[in-house]
């Protein structure tokens, strides 16, 4: 993950939003690091009812990266 330390920055801030905007910006197609998102979503309390719509369709694939 090329942007970890913006990633880890937002969180330490309280931006719970921003760090999951960058965490899937750099995961691209990569399964593992969707993966390492889901579960950053789900330990931040982050669901797809209650995330902008920008990352509605992302938290939304999350039941299928964690449970192939």
Known sequence: MAKA???FTALNKGD????????FEDADD???EKK???ILAQKVGITPESAPE???DKLS?????LNP
């Open 5 to 7: 330390d913006a990633l």
């Open 16 to 23: 719970k939003i921003k760090a999951l905007q960058i965490c």
């Open 30 to 32: 990569d399964l593992e």
């Open 36 to 38: 390492f998102c889901c």
């Open 54 to 56: 920008e990352l509605k």
């Open 61 to 65: 694939s999350c039941p299928l990266v």
